[in-house]
């Protein structure tokens, strides 16, 4: 965070002196008084500058920027990190290399950051969700929970008997239910307690032909 310190005749003049250097309006800072000061006699005897610290308050992506740059620290990685905001969300990408740490087994540590990146993020003030990604990891699950999806749901059809997935958060179960959304011959349901939550992949009752 980005903070100075600066003095004025006044407290007001000060906190201007700080705006000017920092290159930053007044709502986005926070300003500490150290010193009120005091005029003196006649205006010169005894007088006293007023001083204060004015600090820029970090945006959402900043701070969250910031804490996933200490994760990487603390990892012994280093990541390139962008973040912008798209339909809707805070879209995160970190790149780099050796980022298979960041990911986990089956983007487990991926899902934990996520996770704390949005906790991290709510300090601030409330705002779009953030989405976090690691080197595209969350394209490429997509894309391979939807031909899973599609493999499951024709071995459904062909055997008749249902079949659960293994457990997965909500945001993968809401791919595998998209990805069966409409079939013709199944349909998904959602069983189960968090974190054990799963997809169930179940035949379509077929209308009789009399």
Same mark, same amino acid.
């Given at each position: ?22 290159? =930053?309006?007044?709502? +986005? ?13 006649? %205006? ?10 004015? @600090? =820029? +308050? ?14 990487? +620290?603390? !990892? %012994? ?15 995160? @990408?970190?790149?780099?290399?050796? !980022? %298979? ?7 487990? @540590? ?14 601030? $003030?409330?705002?779009? +969700?953030?989405?976090?990604? =690691?080197?595209?990891?969350? *394209? ?5 929970? *939807? ?19 293994? #457990? !997965? #958060?909500? *945001? $993968? ?14 349909? @998904?349901?959602?069983?189960? $307690? $968090? ?16």
């Amino acid at each position: 965070m980005r903070s100075v310190e600066r003095s004025g005749r006044t407290v007001d003049e000060a906190v201007a002196s700080a705006l000017a250097e920092l290159g =930053v309006d007044r709502a +986005r800072v926070e300003v500490e008084v150290l010193d009120e000061g005091r005029p003196g006699l006649f %205006g010169l005897l005894g007088a006293r500058r007023a001083l204060v610290r004015v @600090t =820029v +308050r970090e945006t959402r992506a900043e701070r969250v920027e910031r804490f996933l740059r200490e994760v990487c +620290r603390a !990892m %012994g990685v280093e990541a390139r990190i962008q973040a912008e905001e798209a339909e809707g969300y805070l879209r995160v @990408t970190l790149a780099g290399r050796d !980022m %298979g740490v960041l990911i986990g087994r089956h983007g487990q @540590t991926l899902d934990a950051l996520q996770f704390l990146a949005n906790a991290v993020a709510n300090k601030v $003030e409330p705002g779009p +969700r953030i989405l976090l990604d =690691v080197e595209g990891y969350r *394209q490429r699950r997509e894309e391979t929970l *939807q031909r899973l999806a599609r493999r499951l749901a024709e071995r459904v059809r062909r055997t008749g008997q249902r079949y659960a997935l293994e #457990p !997965m #958060p909500a *945001q $993968e179960r809401r791919i595998i239910h998209l990805a069966l959304a409409g079939h013709p011959h199944v349909t @998904t349901v959602s069983e189960g $307690e $968090e974190p054990h939550r799963r997809v169930v992949l179940v035949p379509r009752r077929q209308p009789s032909h009399r």
